[in-house]
């Protein structure tokens, strides 16, 4: 009995056992399903979706990039792609296919061999690859016909995709940016605003049954893409070719080895109308190397196929993106002693502008004797003067009487120890001394511009803090934003980072800074008649294997009595000819200004002199009579002369077009039968300007003059032509001659 009841009781256990391990299954089974259905619902429920659906990006479309004015610097553009499916190909019935294919699409895209079409479908394990990524509709339509002609199109693929285009090519280069073939930008604006730029990508979704095939109209959702926003920037077109237009003109005439670059800045707000780098590059083709890289590249005689090659070209096409005027740093030589000036102003160590200082080409600073660059000195000079003609020995004297800690104070306020923060990717920053180890000597050297570096863009930015009275501002380039619908979403706010300096002292220093440039200043090739312009050269060393190498430059602002923009240039290492930055510089300073303030709405304002002098312009006399041509020019108030026999104006000089002088410019007429004819181009490169004039109206070419100012009361002689010596022209044909602008130290 006993015996029975402990196998009941042992009976009875065994089912409380199990009766509480189902319990607790199926407990623990409620728990699971209302954890998936609560908390992994959405997970459980995208992996049956991605099982039963075909999920399809929408791309999204890439927002514009705009000059202030709404001119479209990058946009997209439809191009086409063509790709071969070499599996396909491969196991294709018919007559060798995969040869008619590399033949029929050679002969129709240009730069692709048959060689490298065999390459592609010689890839029989590829399900598809693309042989051209970009070509036009009319080439894509050649190759659709040709595919549907020959029995192709299974093997064959003509795809629709939209891309990025610069409608302006080259323009703004270093600005822009580009995008990969991915669409991703990869340089400039197009990186620093790729998140804005790109928009985000949306989906289609499609149900399939369980061999993959769409089952439409059973399960589909629509995610719509959103396009990327519109960025309107601070750029000017018209400025920046006029920027870039001066920028290849120096490097044109300096044979600058390491480029040049420019900035202009609206000085009250800090908005960036132009910004270049010279030489520039081709936007819509950034991978081929430009003229100048090319070559570099053919002088090393190095194979194409050659990893020696691919490296130098790579090297040299990051040289070629590199934003020069934004990512590099220099010497700023004599442009800083505009910063040095403003500060001993500002702590009042120099209270009188005609105290008198001595230069005698050199100086003692502790244990250094150190040089001005007028070796022979400046002798007796004010205040005024010693900025003006940019005398070391001044500044290093001025300098000292507020010692190194007031200096590095304005250094740093001037910002000149951090970056702008301009919305640019790789922005450089200077390289300066350390509080800590500041010395006499270094202070010495720092106030003419030596031994730091700073980036083109800090310097014109804080010679801005000058021009607009005093505030240091934030530097910028995109000054709104825009979505898909128009809704502005961004909208740039003038940020004032300090003030730097007191109005009353930054309108001293534009006083006298545009003296210099009206008189006989180092910064006198600056001066653009009608507009009174504030500007300062430099002349720097370099740090490096040449003892010689220099780099000029050139910053300025107008008007000077009502500051709005600045310009500055800097050219580094000028090889031909003068190295000084009021020759290589400051001229192309002054045709920036020249173009852009009369555009921009600046008002010229002329002097009597300068209004006696104002240019008229040369109207056609070519084929009129003696008498004609005396009675028009006489009505018009120009000066003139005859030269030649005959009855008939055969040739004219200056050319067509051109602006000269009333007062003082004479319009030389020759006279001839009026039969034209041919005649050859002489060389006059090293006559005087005076012979060269008289050879070329006897042989009855018309003259058209650049570099020099002051030209028809100067002496100079020829620097260059163009056309060449040598070359058979018709009489009458413009003649263009090239004299040196004045040569001013600094």
Not at 560 to 584: C, H, L, M, N, R
Request: hydrophobic share 40%; aromatic share 8%; with cysteine.
């Amino acid at each position: 009995m006993q015996e029975k009841d402990r196998a009941a009781q042992r009976t009875i256990r065994r089912s409380a056992a199990v009766a509480l391990f189902l319990l607790l299954a199926f407990g623990f089974l409620l728990f699971r399903i209302f954890m998936i259905q609560y908390f992994d619902f959405e997970r459980y429920q995208k992996k049956v979706l991605d099982q039963l659906t075909t999920k399809s990006p929408v791309r999204a479309d890439r927002g514009q990039i705009l000059d202030a004015n709404g001119r479209v610097l990058a946009g997209n553009r439809t191009i086409f792609r063509v790709s071969v499916f070499p599996h396909a190909v491969a196991t294709a019935e018919g007559e060798n296919p995969g040869e008619k294919i590399a033949v029929g699409l050679s002969s129709r895209i240009a730069g692709l061999t048959v060689e490298k079409m065999r390459e592609h479908l010689s890839h029989t394990g590829d399900l598809e690859r693309t042989v051209a990524r970009s070509v036009e509709r009319e080439t894509a339509d050649t190759v659709l016909k040709f595919a549907l002609a020959e029995n192709l199109s299974d093997l064959i693929s003509v795809k629709a995709v939209s891309t990025r285009y610069y409608p302006y090519g080259t323009l703004a280069s270093h600005v822009l940016g580009f995008t990969g073939s991915d669409g991703q930008g990869l340089y400039g604006l197009e990186y620093q605003y790729e998140e804005a730029l790109a928009g985000v990508s949306g989906s289609y979704i499609t149900a399939r049954d369980s061999s993959g095939n769409a089952l439409p109209n059973r399960y589909e959702a629509y995610v719509p893409a959103t396009d990327g926003y519109t960025l309107t920037t601070t750029l000017d077109a018209f400025v920046q070719a006029a920027l870039e237009k001066q920028l290849a003109a120096t490097l044109l005439e300096s044979g600058a080895k390491n480029r040049v670059c420019g900035i202009v800045m609206n000085v009250n707000t800090g908005a960036i109308l132009g910004m270049a780098t010279a030489p520039s590059f081709d936007l819509n083709d950034p991978f081929t190397p430009n003229e100048e890289s090319l070559a570099i590249l053919q002088a090393l005689g190095l194979s194409e196929d050659s990893e020696e090659y691919r490296t130098a070209k790579g090297k040299l096409l990051l040289e070629t993106w590199s934003n020069k005027a934004a990512t590099e740093i220099y010497m700023p030589g004599s442009t800083f002693k505009t910063m040095t000036c403003s500060m001993v102003l500002e702590e009042k160590a120099v209270t009188d502008l005609d105290e008198r200082f001595f230069c005698s080409g050199v100086m003692a600073v502790a244990d250094r004797m150190i040089h001005c660059h007028k070796r022979g000195g400046h002798g007796s000079l004010t205040f005024t003067e010693g900025l003006q003609k940019s005398c070391n020995p001044v500044m290093m004297t001025i300098s000292a009487r507020i010692g190194c800690d007031c200096f590095y104070r304005y250094v740093s306020s001037f910002g000149m120890l951090e970056k702008t923060g301009i919305d640019l990717p790789g922005e450089g920053n200077s390289i300066f001394h350390a509080a800590s180890s500041f010395t006499e000597l270094d202070l010495a050297t720092a106030s003419f511009g030596q031994n730091f570096k700073v980036s083109v863009l800090q310097m014109i930015t804080a010679v801005s803090a000058i021009a607009n009275g005093g505030e240091l501002l934030q530097p910028y380039l995109v000054e709104k934003m825009n979505d898909s619908a128009g809704n502005e979403v961004y909208r740039h706010e003038r940020t004032v980072r300090r003030r730097v300096i007191s109005e009353e002292t930054a309108q001293t220093i534009s006083s006298i800074l545009a003296g210099g440039v009206a008189g006989d200043g180092g910064a006198k090739n600056a001066y653009v008649p009608g507009y009174r312009v504030a500007a300062k050269t430099g002349t720097s060393e370099k740090i490096g294997d040449d003892p010689n190498a220099r780099i000029g430059s050139c910053v300025g602002y107008a008007p000077a009595d009502d500051p709005q923009y600045a310009v500055i240039i800097v050219v580094d290492e000028p090889t031909d000819g003068s190295k000084y930055g009021s020759v290589v510089a400051a001229p192309y300073v002054a045709g920036v200004f020249s173009e852009i303030l009369p555009y921009l709405g600046v008002e010229a304002v002329y002097t009597e002199q300068e209004e006696a002098l104002r240019s008229k312009t040369v109207p056609d006399l070519t084929g009129l009579s003696r008498e004609k041509a005396a009675d028009l020019l006489m009505g018009a108030g120009f000066l003139f002369e005859f030269s030649g026999e005959g009855d008939t104006v055969i040739g004219q000089s200056p050319a067509v077009g051109s602006e000269i002088t009333g007062s003082e410019a004479k319009i030389l007429l020759t006279l001839g039968d009026g039969v034209t004819s041919e005649a050859t181009v002489p060389n006059l490169i090293g006559m005087s300007a005076s012979l060269a004039i008289e050879i070329l109206l006897r042989a009855g070419f018309n003259l058209s003059v650049a570099g020099a100012k002051d030209f028809a009361l100067s002496d100079k002689t020829v620097k260059n032509q163009f056309p060449a010596a040598g070359s058979v022209l018709p009489r009458g044909s413009v003649i263009t001659l090239y004299f040196p602008f004045d040569e001013v130290a600094e």
